[in-house]
């Protein structure tokens, strides 16, 4: 079992809607959690920490249930240039661990 | 977040050469590694680069085969060394915060082995 999986989708919207990502994790005593964004050809940049108590920053919102094990991506309002694949990443307190990324695409 | 730039941002090069990438950062950092993204993959640690001892390597790299220097807390160096057309890839260097675990990754090098 991998140690983090997502759904590569490809997720197609429609400007305007919302839409969630998930991701799983397998180790319970994992620590940290991250959710990344990398545009086409480009480096991963860090879109957001994941906390406890859940955190959101503007249209973007991100859970974690460590009772199931799973972290969320929220994205409301969505707009073109949200279009890129979002990357989950784990912390279990010594290794990092990358899923292999969500496809969105946000279509006019 | 920390500023890092890496050189080359491309190149192509012919089997059974080696290629050194660059990786500067624009402030001391203790925590900098490489990873490696191969198409429509997501990323792989080679290795954690230690100042002023040998690099720590993951399962599959060897230093033989990926050299790193790091010798001072804003520079490093990553050699893909004895290239085959397997080592096509995207490699990243990567800096950490030590309070948040957030990172910070470089552009890229995109290197294709013919």
């Known amino acids: 079992r991998k140690e983090v999986e997502q759904d590569p989708g490809p997720f197609n919207v429609p400007e305007g809607a919302t839409v969630a990502f998930n991701c799983t994790y397998s180790n319970s005593a994992s620590q940290s959690f991250f959710w990344y964004r990398q545009d086409c050809r480009k480096e991963p940049k860090l879109l957001m920490s994941?906390?406890?108590s859940g955190n959101e920053d503007g249209r973007f919102t991100a859970q974690l249930n460590r009772a199931s094990q799973y972290i969320s991506l929220l994205i409301r309002d969505s707009k073109l240039s949200d279009s890129a694949t979002y990357l989950c990443v784990v912390n279990d307190g010594n290794q990092f661990y990358f899923g292999t990324g969500t496809s969105l695409t946000v279509i006019p | 977040s920390a500023v890092i730039s890496q050189k080359p941002s491309r190149d192509i090069c012919q089997r059974g050469t080696s290629l050194t990438i660059q990786c500067q950062v624009d402030?001391?950092?203790?925590?900098m590694f490489w990873y490696r993204q191969q198409p429509g993959q997501s990323l792989t640690l080679i290795a954690t680069?230690?100042?002023?001892?040998?690099?720590?390597?993951e399962s599959g790299f060897v230093i033989d085969k990926f050299p790193i220097s790091r010798p001072n807390l804003t520079f490093s160096t990553l050699t893909v060394s004895n290239m085959s057309p397997e080592d096509s890839s995207i490699y990243l260097c990567?800096?950490?915060?030590?309070?948040?675990?957030?990172?910070?990754f470089g552009p890229g090098t995109r290197l294709t082995v013919t």
């Open positions: 990567s800096v950490r915060d030590r309070t948040s675990y957030e990172q910070y």
């Open positions: 680069a230690n100042q002023g001892s040998e690099a720590t390597y």
């Open positions: 402030s001391q950092v203790t925590m």
């Open positions: 994941v906390y406890s």
